[in-house]
């Protein structure tokens, strides 16, 4: 880079001299358009489709416009920004390398959002989450087919949770060498589970399938259930799998925030305020592991597809496992296999899904609050998977 002391020189020699001042910058725009590398460019389109789909298509905006932007900033292609790469860095070594405090604080915004009273009235479509998070185990084992080591396909494999947050911390606990391509798979395809799963899901199903209707008859929960529910997962949670304590804690602090009806205001805080604040850090800070050198490469790619296909399964597998339920139900009580769809983390795309595609079999078929308990099972089940598998590997 050029010292400020350099420039002042250029200054006094060229002052007044408006064709000699034309021409140095002039040299100094062939200088930086020669220092281009053809992974740059790349990752500049990258970061524009991000951006076009954040703002266009209004797919995940508050992460996608700030990841997209902060790809083409970390790719400029001068090779000491100073402040501008330094800050990126910052925050990604200090905010999610050593701490990991964005993923966690951002959990509990989620958390704060989420009402588990459906599910607590209708618990058995707590296994729905379980079953939907198929599609890790079976992208882990592609992986590692694919010759990714077991801490990559791991961290592949986690795309399946369907949970940005949690795709991320894995995959740096887990010191992935792919976390920006894994964060990237993992919150777009998020923001197009609209697409995604219903064609996974007309795979596996028929229109008589997607007419099933499901009676509603919720039952009432009580207010003290619902305070004891997140601290009583938190600790089966961290019994279970300790390396999920921190995810599963924070999220449901932040249901706790939102039940315990002595804090209305900072539970509309981690609502609006701290989620959306965290997610736009979040996006541009991930973006400090999507430098060209790192991200342009056949390996990228596969991440990418073996993601969607985590998508797929996911959502096979939520249907599947109703349909074998269903085998053992008797008639007028089967269950609508798409609800096991919803089971994802996907929260609240993938209900919203199952519900249109129930209108779309049966205009008087509607299924919002059946999928709405699965698809808040899935948060629990995705952050549970993520810890089970830390400990599965770290011990």
Known sequence: MISPSAYTIIYDENFGNQENTKWIFFNFLINGAASLDWRSIVMWAVGAILIYLGIKKKLEPALLLPMGFGAILINLPVPNLGEVTGILDWLFNEFIGVSEAFPLL???????????????????????????????????????????????????????????????????????????????????????????????????????????????NPQQVSKLTKILFPIIVTIIAGLIAPASAALVGMLMFGNLIRECGVLESLSETAQKTLANLITLLLGITIAASMKAENFVSLNTLIIMGLGLLAFVFDSIGGVLFAKLINVFLPKGKKLNPMVGAAGISAFPMSARVIQKLGIEADPSNHLLMHAISANVSGQIASVVAGGVLLSMLLG
Not at 114 to 124: A, E, M, R, V
Request: with cysteine; aromatic share 10%; hydrophobic share 55%.
């Open 106 to 216: 951002l959990f509990i915004g989620i958390g704060a959002m989420i009402d588990f009273g459906p599910l607590l009235s209708n618990p058995k479509l707590l296994f729905f989450g379980a079953a939907a998070q198929l599609g890790i185990f079976i992208t882990i084992i592609l992986a590692v087919l694919c010759g990714f080591n077991i801490n990559d396909a791991v961290s592949t494999g986690i795309i399946g949770a369907a949970d940005g947050p949690t795709s991320i911390l894995v995959s740096n606990v887990l010191n992935s060498k792919y976390i920006g391509a894994i964060a990237v798979a993992a919150y777009s395809y998020m923001a197009l589970v609209p697409i995604i799963q219903p064609a996974a899901i007309k795979l596996v199903t028929t229109k008589k399938d997607r007419a099933i209707k499901m009676d509603y």
